[in-house]
């Protein structure tokens, strides 16, 4: 039953053969990787008004300058990722190239920072989806749905986490629509907006409730502005996504890769800077009571709430969900370098029935769900934990590429140096920017949970090695013959179940076999010592007290005497089990036979399930 | 780790020859099994008065006959279950009583609806009694309590639940002290209340927001009238508990009962009917805004908001919860005797560490959370489901009363017949009433459930008639003497953790062993083909080619390849495994071991778990 109800939701088993097959176009890519970093100026304008406005409506100009600022950032850091795609066509994320070049423990800790990053993507950009349709449905008239945005973000996520289970290639057709609707929807009205505005001149946004807009706010302090810069920066995250999955595009991968990553940057600077450009010409402010994003108050402004307006923001909606798989791409792939390289459990390294890391992408599901909760699918509560986690993954991968070109000295390696170096430099002044100005908003929770994510990965690679060093044959010698056979047979009654576990228990140890059973009702012990002598294939009994009713603790006591007693013996102890005819009768009998098996194997013995199966 | 938790939380185990001495005195046993009754009537007179006041202020005076004739239903009620005590005095809950005299399906019936109504015994009692707290918090100046009503609700059950599982006389200890409270309290608050006001007149009760109440409301029709007195017998509910555990009173157990039965009646009919004068006459009304309990109106306008009120408040609290507690007296009792029947699963039947029938403590707790949950801990919006199922007890186990009093005809059985007999014609009509009144209001639900778990409880039932038919040793033969042993072992590798099991498999079997490896991966192949020269024992190696990357899918074919091939043989499939030295390293393994266990037990094969521990 559970199978089919998996075989509709994720689909048939692809053959291994068939892997390579599931290659993207640089159009298709783009729509896969990019749409993490596109979605991000849906939301990055309001994060840095959100801030400024603090500081009185006077302040909210200086959302240009900031946005300016970031836009050169983007160039810079887009640039540097070139130098990466081509050092590492074979995919080159923030944990490889940090490992490979800087060693261990700072690939560990972009990996952590990275991990963390993906799963805030899904949460946010799921959120900002959600607040896309909610603003849409305040202005048809239902400003009640906001009250189930809780609701609608957790099914989006569940959507998403299916549509990955079931493989990359679908999710690449179906995701190249709304990505491109997305873009021509935002570059449309950029260039509509812009364009009116200079034949008629702007005109400033109504709001249904007024926002609160301080005149004069806290002191427009330096302080103000580096978190706003910081609240801006949320604008870059995503763009390493191209970088981590270069093999995930056509031959020749890295050319492409590299392409693409030049389209993505120059469409997210221009509608970045367009859309800040907007907000200040029509004078756009985050509005706390109707929770109308930035977008859409600039759009309706523009179009009227008509088709144009409907378009965009269903097209912002489907985009942020997008995003959302972005990290679905990355997470499991991240997850499953880190199994590889044993730091995290095998279960991430190996691919599903349909050629996915289904356990990454399950576990990235389940911690983004948590989030939506947790923040109540408040996207704008959830920046300050964002961007902490990729700019720690920038400064250390760009750090790393710099130290690969000292060490290589390839032609033209000065010029690279100079590239990173100054990436580098530049990411590491943005993240202690980022550290100190969101710490007590939030970043220190993901300030914290870095190093236990990197203390846990060391544990687990501990573990394994641990374990491969006690499992290597080197210096091991074959274990000796075997000796006698010793069979203990845990009997509950004397039933049809039982007679075929005792007959094997006398086929493998012929001359040492006793059935053992637990008296826990002293009628039916009676009643079983008179049917054994008729039945019991002249076994002998062994009847074991039980004063406080367990079961296992008599049977260990009994097994550590044998093992005691014929301590040369191989001792095999067989459980009699039956198996009912439907999957629901399980649930009917005991669960301890499990129980005891679970005892059993921890201790080290040797334990045999004889089944018994009824027919009807 | 778990297990020192529950010893914590659970206490220590007791041994099975102490289980006769957890009996109850009788004023033990009064607050045990009484608290439910008696706390009905924290919630009786205002669910008369919810369903009154839809008819206007002038419907109000109706509470008093409508009550009285409640009173009168009860003393009947009463009177017919002292002749059960006498006839079972083993414990004749409605269950036995019903199924011995008129059959197996309205015993079943019975059944069905006394679980369902002990589910909402809790959850009703629970949420009556964190109301009485928030009243109480209201009138103390912290209205927004209310708002927390599910999580406290919560934690109540979480504690209720705990108690139960460490034990019956720990829990009479425990309870005896609040029963008393309530019971002195309301009974000094009637006394004072009825005292006070002939000598100086009744003031009526104020309140911070005053309730919305309709001068002329719906007509006052005879449909009202009953709802109003169906609404009412939810202060029947629970008188049934003493019947059912007459073996937990000391000897002479049924006397005793009886004694403690009469005394329960007669103050429940005492306090019943003086909360509903004192709520007549002080113009107590249903408050929808503070959402302030009719006692807890009653009590401050007669005693001011001062310790008196508060003992009250706290005792009605506090019984409340011990209702509940009665719950978990019934249910897990009357799921083992159904368990014992075999109508559910032998899980309900077993007693655990303490003595007492765990299981069913701890599905009643879950089963009243997800109640509480879904009501949102709002007693009033719960009582159209309740009472149904006990009035369905009643009537059938009076009905089966009369059955038996007719075939047995012990001496006084006419009169017998009679009080049975008009005690379950009272009750029958009454419950259509119930039925009727209270269907579309959420009645339904519990009309609908009791025959799905009447079907449940008979599928259950075929389940395990059909098992011990195929069990049964009738007409068995033994099976022949075994004949050669096959031995396949399944490897993921070749390592120090494979060698005992090759070791095993050669010692049962022979010159018949072979190791099968499914490729998942054609590098690692490769490696342990030359691995194996060294160290396969001679033992031939099987690799079977997946191309879906399953694991289970080629193992069965080859199973079932050998089994042809190999068919008088006895096939013991043999797994490798090895065990971690801490609890969370398990966590680190493919749990593929169990998949493949699991799935060849279905199949009826013999599996052999061969442990490999390590060290560290």
Known sequence: MFAQIKRILVGRPIATEHQHHERLSKTTALAVFSSDALSSVSYATEAILTILILGGSAALGLSLPIAAAIAMLLLIVGFSYRQTIKAYPQGGGGYIVTRDNLGDLPGLVAAGALLIDYVLTVAVSISAGVAAITSLATNWGFPSLRDHAVEIALVCILIVTITNLRGAKESGVIFSIPTYAFITGILSMIVVGIGHDLVFGAEPVTHSIDPDIPLTGEALSLWLILRAFAAGCTALTGIEAISDGVQAFKPPEARNAAITLTWMISLLVTMFLGITWLAYTHQAVPNEFTHETIVSQIARTIFGVGPVYVFIQVATALILVLAANTAFADFPRLASFLSRDRFLPRQFASRGDRLVFSNGILVLGMFSALLVVIFRANEIAMLPLYAVGVFTSFTLSQSGMVRRHLRLRQPGWLHSVMINGFGAILTAIVLVILMVTKFVHGAWMVITAIPILVLMFRAINLHY?????????????????????????????????VLPALQYARSIAPDNVTAVYVDLDPDATEKLRARWRDWGCDIPLVVLESPFRSLINPIVRYIEEVETRYGDDVITVILPEFVPARWWEHLLHNQTGLLIKTTLRLRGNVVTSVPYRLER
């Open 465 to 497: 090695r641990r374990v491969a060093e006690q499992l290597s044959l080197s210096g091991a010698i074959l274990p000796p013959e075997l000796r006698r056979h010793t069979a203990i047979v845990l009997v509950s009654g004397i039933h049809r179940g």
